[in-house]
C-alpha cells in the first residue's frame, strides 16, 4: 500500500518527537549505565576494562551526544511544565520552545570544547 | 434597493490594478493543478491507492469546489463528506497537503498549487471509502463527557442568568463544530483510538466551566479516566487544526489544571 503521507505538525508536534526521542536515548544510556556500574560487583578487573573502552572517541562523541539530549529533554521538560501550569503556557508554547532551543544550542557550542577535548588534541594535536 | 453592479468601463487614467482590471472585465486567470487524492475502495481492492487528476481552475476557489469538479465531470465513484459547503456543518474535514483542514475553508492558491495537491481522509479513525472515514468512535467519545446542561432543583420561571464573565470563561470552546480536525491530528489518538481526543474535551470544558452548569465533577472524573486528559502529550497540532480557531490544547490544560485543583 502506498504509504500516507507524514502529517505536517508544527513545532508543537516536532518537539514532542523530540523530547520522545532523547527521553528513549536517556533511558537506554541508564539501562546501560546501571549495567556497567553493576561490573564492579562482578569483579573490579571487568570493570576497569569495560570503563576503559569508554575512553576512546566514538564514546566521546556519543557523551556530547548524552548531554544534548539530556540538555533538549531537561530544558523542553521544563516548557512542557509551563504548558502545563502557568495559564498562557499554550499561548507561548512557541515562543517557549525557540527559547529552549536557543539556549540548548548555546549550552551545547559551551560544552563543545570541554567534553571533546581529548577527541580533539588525539585528532588535531 | 438594487444590487450595485459596476456599468461604466474604468476611465483612462485611473491607476487600477492587474487584478482589478481582471474582475472588473470578468476574466480569471485560470492555472492548472493535480489534485492526488487518496482512493480506497473496499469492494474493489483492499489497499489504498494515490490517484491523480488533473483540472483547470480558478486558485481561488475552494478544494472542496475542486473536489466537486472531480466528482461531477471526472469520475463519480469519487466519495466523501460535505454538506453546508460553508465552515459551519463540519462534514468535510480531511488531510490536504498534510495537515487537517475543511475542504471548505481552504483556497487552491493557498495550498502551493504548483505542486500537486495531496487529498486523504482524517487519520486515526476506520477508512470506509475513500474521504469517508467511520465517525462513530468520535461520536461516542463526545457522547460519553455528557455534553449537555446538567442542573438540580427546580428550572427558574425565567432564565438562568449569566454574567459576561462567566460566559467569556467557555465561551472559547462553544464554537467547536464536530468535525474531527483537531482529535485525528492527534499523535496520541492515531495510536489509542480508546483516548477521548480533544474534541471530547473540548465539549465537556463548554459545560464544566459553564456556571449554570452542575455536573462538572462528574465530567472531570469521566476524563480523569486512563484514556482521559492525561494521555495529553501537549504536540498542540489540535490547535493548529482547529477550522474555527478554539485554543484546543489550551482548553484540555485547564481541565486538567481543573482536576488537581478542583477549581472551576
Known amino acids: 500500500m502506498p504509504a500516507g503521507t507524514l502529517y505536517r505538525g508544527r513545532e508543537g508536534m516536532w518537539s514532542w518527537v523530540a523530547h520522545r526521542v532523547t527521553g528513549v536515548l536517556i533511558f ?15 569483579s573490579p578487573e571487568a570493570y576497569n576494562s569495560t570503563i576503559a573502552t569508554y575512553k576512546t572517541w566514538p564514546v566521546n562523541l556519543m557523551e556530547y551526544g548524552l548531554t544534548a539530549a539530556i540538555l533538549f529533554h531537561a530544558l523542553n521538560g521544563l516548557r512542557v511544565i509551563a504548558v502545563d501550569f502557568w495559564a498562557k503556557g499554550p499561548k507561548y508554547q512557541r515562543q517557549m520552545l525557540w527559547t529552549v532551543v536557543t539556549v540548548w544550542v548555546v549550552l551545547m557550542a559551551g560544552a563543545f570544547y570541554p567534553i571533546l577535548q581529548e577527541t580533539l588534541r588525539n585528532w588535531f594535536g | 434597493m438594487s444590487t450595485p453592479t459596476i456599468e461604466d468601463a474604468p476611465q483612462a487614467g485611473n491607476p487600477h490594478s492587474a487584478g482589478l482590471d481582471a474582475a472588473e472585465s470578468g476574466k480569471v486567470e485560470l492555472i492548472t493543478i493535480t489534485v492526488r487524492i487518496r482512493r480506497f475502495n473496499p469492494e474493489e481492492h483492499p489497499d489504498a491507492v ?32 460535505r454538506s ?12 490536504i497537503n498534510g495537515k487537517n483542514r475543511l475542504a471548505c475553508k481552504t483556497l487552491i492558491k493557498d495550498v502551493s498549487p504548483e505542486k500537486p495537491i495531496t487529498i486523504e481522509p482524517i487519520k486515526g479513525l476506520t477508512v470506509l471509502k475513500d474521504l469517508v472515514v467511520d465517525m462513530d468512535p468520535f461520536f461516542q467519545a463526545y457522547r460519553d463527557v455528557m455534553p449537555f446542561l446538567i442542573t438540580t432543583g427546580n428550572e427558574p420561571t425565567r432564565e438562568r442568568i449569566q454574567s459576561e464573565e462567566d460566559v467569556q470563561r467557555f465561551e472559547d470552546t462553544t464554537k467547536c463544530i464536530l468535525c474531527a480536525a483537531c482529535t485525528t491530528s492527534c499523535p496520541v489518538f492515531w495510536n489509542d483510538g480508546q483516548y477521548f481526543g480533544p474534541a471530547a474535551i473540548v465539549n465537556a470544558h463548554r459545560f464544566i466551566f459553564d456556571s449554570r452548569d452542575e455536573g462538572a465533577e462528574q465530567r472531570l472524573e469521566i476524563l480523569n479516566d486512563r ?36 477549581r472551576f
Not at chain 2, 84 to 95: F, N, P, T
Not at chain 2, 231 to 241: I, K, L, P, V, W
Not at chain 2, 250 to 256: G, L, P, T, Y
Open chain 2, 227 to 262: 484514556d482521559g486528559v492525561w494521555r495529553c502529550r501537549t504536540t498542540f497540532n489540535c490547535t493548529d487544526a482547529c477550522p474555527r480557531g478554539i485554543e484546543v490544547t489550551k482548553a484540555i490544560q485547564e481541565v486538567k489544571r481543573a482536576l488537581v485543583t478542583r
Open chain 2, 50 to 81: 494515490w490517484v491523480d487528476y488533473q483540472l483547470t481552475v480558478d486558485p481561488k476557489i475552494r478544494v472542496l469546489d475542486a473536489i466537486n469538479t472531480i466528482k461531477w465531470e471526472q469520475d463519480g465513484t469519487l466519495t466523501y463528506r
Open chain 1, 28 to 42: 537506554f544510556f541508564l539501562f546501560a549505565h546501571v549495567l556497567d556500574t553493576a561490573l564492579v560487583r562482578v
Open chain 2, 84 to 95: 453546508c459547503a460553508h465552515g459551519v456543518c463540519g462534514s468535510d474535514a480531511m488531510r
